[in-house]
């Protein structure tokens, strides 16, 4: 703990707390510590990250879940249970990382067809260590591209937690981020929303009739991306909570 306060960590009595439980040896419990003093996100150091009650294997260098994204994954939850009349839910994670929303619908929901996207090779082994137990499926590639053709016109949910933040902000986002989190995760072009505006314009050739695309963004940038999947064919709905902010674009029935 006196390590850890030192080097800045505001939760140091947590942060020690559960690097103990992870350690099998003191030489490991050392090893941790002097990995998280150098900067190295307290996930990555334990090999691990919780999302909805579940925890998700986190390699050193694949984005980190974050906490608020419980928000878009109850929702996807819930979406993906509304399908389960009689047939398997369709689910594609564009830009998965550690594959983590999938991982929880997989846990979550009885029956799922999954299909989880990443263009960095790191973020898809790990998205496999976490998905493929489940039956899951990992692709690396640009969004759609490696996804199987037979999948357009019979995906019912898209979750796309594209990268958001605008350019000029990355300088401002904290140090272990910047330096040990894929900046193609983060930077999400001039205002933040590059991505998803790709993401979008193609959403309704995959989705079927009432299917649902599933964003992340921040607060101030929520009203422009329900114009951006608005202007794509889809109808939008954002939900707002203290920690996070989701749009959601149906398809058109």
Same mark, same amino acid.
């Given at each position: 703990? +006196?390590?850890?306060?030192?080097?800045?960590?505001? =939760? +140091?009595?947590?942060?020690?707390?559960? *690097?103990?439980?992870?350690?099998?040896?003191?030489?490991?419990?050392?090893? *941790?510590?002097?990995?998280?003093?150098?900067?190295?996100?307290?996930?990555?150091?334990?090999?691990?990250?919780?999302?909805?009650?579940?925890? &998700?294997?986190? %390699?050193?260098? @694949? =984005?980190?879940?974050?906490?608020?994204?419980?928000?878009?994954?109850?929702?996807?939850?819930?979406?993906?249970?509304?399908?389960?009349?009689?047939?398997?839910?369709?689910?594609?994670?564009?830009?998965?990382?550690?594959?983590?929303?999938?991982?929880?619908?997989?846990?979550?929901?009885?029956?799922? %067809?999954?299909?989880?996207?990443?263009?960095?090779?790191?973020?898809?082994?790990?998205?496999?260590?976490?998905?493929a137990g489940g039956g899951g499926r990992a692709y690396q590639?640009?969004?759609?591209?490696?996804?199987?053709?037979?999948?357009?016109?019979?995906?019912?949910? &898209?979750?796309?937690?594209?990268?958001?933040?605008?350019?000029?902000?990355?300088?401002? *986002?904290?140090?272990?981020?910047?330096l040990h989190e894929p900046p193609a995760a983060l930077d999400?072009?001039?205002?933040?929303?590059?991505?998803?505006?790709?993401?979008?314009?193609?959403?309704?050739?995959?989705?079927?009739?009432?299917?649902?695309?599933?964003? %992340?963004?921040? %607060?101030?940038?929520?009203?422009?991306?329900?114009? &951006?999947?608005?202007?794509?064919?889809?109808?939008?709905?954002?939900?707002?909570?203290?920690?996070?902010? @989701?749009?959601?674009?149906?398809?058109?029935?």
């Open positions: 703990m +006196a390590a850890l306060r030192v080097a800045g960590c505001v =939760f +140091a009595e947590d942060e020690a707390t559960l *690097m103990v439980s992870a350690a099998r040896t003191s030489e490991e419990l050392a090893a *941790m510590v002097r990995r998280r003093v150098s900067g190295l996100p307290l996930e990555q150091v334990v090999g691990w990250a919780e999302l909805c009650g579940h925890r &998700i294997a986190v %390699e050193p260098g @694949v =984005f980190v879940p974050r906490r608020r994204t419980e928000l878009l994954t109850r929702q996807a939850t819930t979406r993906a249970r509304s399908v389960l009349c009689g047939r398997t839910p369709v689910v594609v994670d564009l830009c998965c990382g550690s594959g983590a929303v999938g991982a929880v619908l997989l846990a979550e929901v009885r029956d799922v %067809e999954l299909h989880a996207v990443d263009v960095d090779p790191a973020a898809v082994r790990c998205a496999r260590r976490n998905i590639g640009d969004l759609y591209e490696p996804l199987p053709e037979s999948l357009c016109g019979r995906v019912d949910l &898209i979750v796309a937690i594209t990268p958001y933040v605008p350019t000029g902000d990355l300088p401002l *986002m904290p140090r272990e981020a910047r999400g072009g001039p205002d933040g929303l590059d991505v998803l505006r790709r993401v979008s314009r193609d959403a309704a050739g995959w989705l079927v009739p009432g299917g649902w695309l599933l964003t %992340e963004t921040s %607060e101030r940038q929520a009203d422009r991306a329900a114009e &951006i999947v608005a202007g794509d064919g889809l109808l939008p709905e954002v939900t707002r909570s203290e920690e996070a902010t @989701v749009v959601c674009g149906a398809a058109p029935r």
